[in-house]
């Protein structure tokens, strides 16, 4: 039985990942990688805060500051480009450290659409569900159409996760979806990223599966989408 | 319809969209003097960007497409030196040469863009949405612009530098003059409503910076 956790605890723990964040933020702009790399291993790993609050709370947020530093213009794209390698550097070391659910067997792909290039979200996305257990394919930003249907029909998986950044990238989203119901009938598809939440209508209107973009609702909303599929 | 509206715009987009900016540019040299061929290389990728969400919004017959680009755009360019009205006039330029082409459902495409031009208002009933409103010719409807954007963002940085920008580039203390009092006429219009004295307040510090310079 797990020891109950007190209000008190959780409010400290939440400090702790947002004095982690931002000083993980100050890494990122200050070009520092291994700085960036200690503090979320040394400080983060290392000081029993879990991989998951560290994804979350220190890389996505810090990455979410880094676009609106960018938006105010208080830093350049070259920074803003900088700060994401970092952020990439790390998910990879945290995935190394994530304690791996038990493998399900369940299969996902998970892609960015054609032409959509920001791939950090589908990469936290693929994190998440690989260390929750799924069997994860990922392949990264701007997948033509072509060779994502070849990989699916390759895989055969339970699941495909598209991700769409720029709302003007939502024909590609549109073409992409057509195709895979048109190739594997049946394949629930999982919608995610910036312009889906700008146009979440147009998601709803494909079938489209979507949720809140953190790792609960991530794994959840997967497992019980292929169960309902396989029954 | 959206099919061949959709072609129209693929094939003469791109081309209509940088006519515009070159209009914009070649009428008025404020764009070159504050922005140079960096902001020029900038603009050009935006116009692009502008057609992609506008085929975008005609795809998914939705204008709130465009609106929350321009919206959003509004915040970024915003920080970067320019005013609500700019991207405004832009659109609004856009529209009509949209328009001027007279294609069979060209009109869709126009009302988006208008929309979106129109969406740049701030919300009725707002300090900023009241600035905005203000009626001023030329220059000082600009300088209105940029305080309602100073206003709405709580940023008094945003007006007063591009005030001083201008003094800056303004030939002599007869320029600097003239922009002292078109900011007097602007501060004085405020004065009259209570409930724009932050507005007013911004106008002032924006007066004292230039009589530092002049003196």
Known sequence: MRPPVSAASVAADASRIAQLRDRYLAAQL????????????????GAGIPVAALQA???????LAIGQLWQDNRISVADEHMATAISHVVLSRLFEHAPLGKRSGERVVVACVQGEMHDFPARLVADYLDIAGFHVRYLGANVPLDDLALMLWDVKPDLVALSVTMTFNMGSFANTVRRVRAELPGLPIMAGGNAIHWEPEIAKAFGTITCSPDAACLVETARRVIRETRR | MNDDLLRLLETHGHAISQRVLDDMYREDPFWTRRFGDRGRRHADEDSDFHMQYLRRAVDANDPDVMVRYATWLRDVLVSRGMCSRHLAENFERLARAIGAHAWDGGGKAVAIVDGAAGALEYRAGTAARAVQDLRFADDGRHLASYL???VARGNSTLFVDHVLWLARELPGDGGIAGLDRALAALGETLGRDAALEDAASLVRCARDEIAAIRA
């Open chain 1, 30 to 45: 200050a070009g520092d990688r291994k700085e960036a790399l200690r503090l979320v291993v040394e400080e983060g790993v």
């Open chain 1, 57 to 63: 709370g220190v890389v996505q947020e810090a990455q």
């Open chain 2, 148 to 150: 309602a954007d100073a």
